[in-house]
């Protein structure tokens, strides 16, 4: 009987040990697979996978398919920001806080933040409340503002007093709800710096929205760095606050935002992830000026045994030979004589062809460069053929006169022409006298076009 008894027991414990996050998303949608990951900084780390499964049910007098999923998590699971991924794009996760609670929520996958309801877990319901309730409050200030902005004689004090009252006293009652919580400092940061009088001019607005965005949030806190709330912040800041249509004022605009961040991060290993993440965003646009600022000015002030090498030497081989950089260098042997790419000093322009003999397209359209180019002394070609072997080569680049003409072996593996990114042929870089990358055109009408303007 004991034995029976300390068994019972013993399931029963287990049974306690265990938290469930369950999710519900309709309609459904066309994958089966959802990830579990828990956010640290910057970046997500891995925890489980599941399975989503359908199911149909009848709403309005219709049938609509749902899609559900299941996660069961040990009682050592830390407490913390976690996020279910369930599409790679479009924005398909929804974040959430565990701590030391089952968790349930449903969804609309295409609305996933906007729409999430949450059905048990406390630190969940009341976040989740808050943020409706303090983005309403918010919008009615903001709507106000605006208002007195566009018409400056709508006499507009009192009522935007009373809408702050209203907001101020919102934020109160939460952070008293939220005592002892896990999400008191999502609370405490989420709120406006906002100013006890109606702002007259819109140059006033944008001052203060730009100065005092930090202001509540604390750089410290391990909940907050342990999140995506911090770095969604960041995201806000650097891409959306400061704007200019204004390219060159555009460009201050991201190095000054993106010192004023900097100004308020002291963790070292966090400050490594948003430098990293603040490139990967760039990269997108593949804007090197920041992309070289960021590593210039706080990258490489990092204390050595933080930095990744093997993500700087990504980066760098990445960007290597875009516009803007100068061409990646290279030497070769041509009448006897040893050339280098950076020392040719005969022409205004340069044109560097990534070509190959066993490109058919290729065959078609070097010749007609050569054509089109063949009375322009102010650009000289450099053919960098990718072969296996000189045979076809040899031959074929008599065909090409006063071009420099360089063999370059192992062809997709030429070590060349992977600094240079070729991943096909012909592929195309136009440099001026002093080697500088100043066109990438993709075809041979580009490049005709580039030079009928010279």
């Not at 999140?227 to 000054?256: A, C, G, M, P």
């Amino acid at each position: 009987m004991k034995k029976i008894l300390a068994f019972i027991f013993l399931i029963s414990s287990f049974a306690q040990a265990q938290y469930t996050v369950n999710g519900t998303m309709s309609p459904t949608i066309d994958t089966d697979w959802v990830i579990l990951y828990k956010i640290e900084g910057a970046s997500q780390k891995f925890i489980q996978n599941s399975k989503i499964k359908i199911d149909s049910v009848a709403i309005q007098g219709k049938k609509q398919a749902i899609g559900s999923f299941s996660f069961t998590l040990p009682e050592s699971t830390k407490v913390g920001s976690y996020r279910i991924t369930y599409r790679l794009e479009n924005a398909g996760f929804v974040d959430f806080i565990f701590n030391k609670e089952d968790v349930n929520f449903g969804f609309h996958p295409e609305y996933a933040n906007q729409t999430v309801t949450f059905t048990t877990s406390k630190e969940n319901m009341l976040y989740k409340d808050y943020v409706d309730n303090i983005s309403t409050a918010q919008q009615k200030l903001d709507s106000i503002q605006i208002a007195g902005l566009e018409d400056q004689s709508l006499h507009l004090k009192d009522e935007y007093k009373q809408a702050l009252k209203t907001l101020n006293s919102i934020q109160k009652e939460y952070l008293e709800a939220s005592n002892g919580m896990y999400v008191q400092p999502f609370i405490k940061a989420s709120l406006r710096n906002n100013l006890p009088e109606i702002i007259e001019t819109p140059e006033k607005y944008m001052s203060n929205m730009i100065g005092s965005f930090f202001d509540h949030i604390d750089f410290n806190n391990k909940t907050l760095l342990n999140s995506s709330f911090i770095t969604d912040r960041i995201t806000d800041y650097v891409f959306y606050i400061n704007y200019s249509q204004d390219t060159e004022t555009q460009q201050k605009l991201f190095k000054e935002s993106v010192d004023k961040v900097f100004s308020k991060i002291d963790n070292i290993s966090y400050k490594k992830e948003i430098i990293e993440f603040l490139i990967n965003q760039f990269e997108t646009d593949m804007n090197l000026e920041l992309i070289d600022y960021l590593f210039d000015n706080y990258y490489a002030k990092l204390p050595a045994n933080i930095q990744d090498k093997s993500f700087k030497e990504e980066k760098q081989a990445l960007f290597a030979a875009e516009i803007g950089r100068i061409a990646p260098d290279f030497s070769w042997k041509e009448d006897g004589k040893q050339l280098t790419l950076s020392k040719l000093n005969e022409a205004e322009n340069y044109l560097l062809i990534f070509w190959s003999t066993t490109c058919s397209h290729c065959l078609n359209e070097v010749p007609q460069v050569h054509t089109f180019l063949k009375e322009n002394e102010k650009v000289k070609v450099i053919a960098y053929s990718l072969e296996n072997d000189s045979y076809g080569w040899s031959s074929f680049k008599k065909t090409l006169p006063n071009w420099h003409h360089v063999l370059g072996l192992n062809k997709w593996q030429n070590k060349i022409a992977r600094t240079y990114n070729v991943v096909s042929t012909p592929s195309y870089f136009i440099l001026d006298a002093n080697k500088k990358i100043i066109a990438k055109p993709e075809h041979l009408k580009d490049v005709k076009q580039f030079f009928a303007k010279k």
